[in-house]
């Protein structure tokens, strides 16, 4: 079995060293029909547009995976007309995007952690990454709405099994004082996520309200931002996917508070999982063995994370405990860091070649940066005040007495 894979898909050769008889690894954005011709299998990423063009020469293609959440580049009725199995990796990077959107409250509300408690929060989209996103911000004390209309006709319950108590509008949404954007990229159905959010709508938001998105940029225009912080320069804008992409405009880079290059999945673990859940996929819909390996077996063990309880100040233990759990968020997810490394890499270079620095920005991300999940770092609950010790737990730490 011949696979093609993108050069960017961590341990593909370890995954499918056993059912391959070759292995190729190629960039993902520029992959050609030409290069399809004689595989088997198709292991891409979201850069990677799966349409009749690219696989016009595709003839002995029996299998087409992406290791991502989002499947907005994949034409999926195509694959079903060409009776090509297909699989994506739905969840496997939710719980990184959740600790990104933990680090960038936190970072956000630098100087007094715990007022981030007392803050009404919005989900728009309120599935994998959403729902989890839900719980864990609820798990924290913070109340939580949640937006997700074909969730709520649905009647469907969260991936705890647990319905939403707390629906609302679009309209509702943007009364809160944040804002956090996590749906797919659609633009059918009854509700299209194409430019979802307006200028107008954004414009709704109480002052120093703080919007975020980490589902995918075509959800709200570049223009619409840039319109409404224009308009009201006191919103607060956190960006890590945009629109276009990768060729974003720097002014809106420039309005954003935080801005990151769509790494906010970018976990170890999200992505190894990815790549895992392709492999399970094709063993399943080719009836080939399973894997062997496991997540854990693919990663190496994370120390224990070291915190000083000294520097958070004991006056108050609530406030000491949310001063803690900012320290260790920020030290295993840093979207301070990575947004200062973002801009520096789109700046260094000239306009026309801010594509390739966006891809670069991604690339080397994955490849050194080695974030592991909250729910992977060890925290010692010795020094620790038991209010910090389960303030950190319910954050998703692995808190060892
Ligand atoms: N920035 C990143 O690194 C990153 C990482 C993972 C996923 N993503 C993006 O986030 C998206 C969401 O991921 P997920 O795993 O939670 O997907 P999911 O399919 O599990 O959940 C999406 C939710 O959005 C809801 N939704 C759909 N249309 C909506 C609308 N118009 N208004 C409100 N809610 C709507 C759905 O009902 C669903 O509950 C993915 O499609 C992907 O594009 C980005
Ligand atoms: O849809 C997803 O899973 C995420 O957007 C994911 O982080 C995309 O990463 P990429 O495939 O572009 O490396």
Redesign the pocket.
Known sequence: MRILADENMPAVARLFADVATEIRTVPGRTLTPEQLAAVDVLLVR?VTRVDAALLAQASQLRFVGTA?????HIDQPLLQQRQIAFASA?????A??VD?VLGALLAQYADNPAALAQARVAV?????????LTTRLRALGLAVMV?????EQ?C?PD?DGVSEPCFVS?QEAFTADIVCC?????RA?D???HH?ISADLLQQLPLRALFLN???GGVVSSAALLAATRARPDLRLVL??WDPEPDLPLALLERAVMGTG?????SAE?RVRGTLMLRQALAEKLDLPPPELKVQDLLPPVPPLRLDSDAAGAEQPVAQAWQLLQQAVLQVCDPLGDDARFRAALHAVPAARRGQAFDQYRKTYAAERDRRELASVPVERAGLSATAADLLHRAGFAVHS
């Open positions: 979201s991502t959440i989002g499947t907005d739905p969840g496997c990077n939710a990184g995007v990104y728009v989209g309120a599935g994998n990454v959403g729902g989890r937006c997700d209309p074909p969730r649905a469907l991936q679009l996590h749906t797919p990229y659609t159905g509700w299209p996520t979802m980490a589902g995918r890590d996917v769509h790494i906010a999945g970018y999200g």
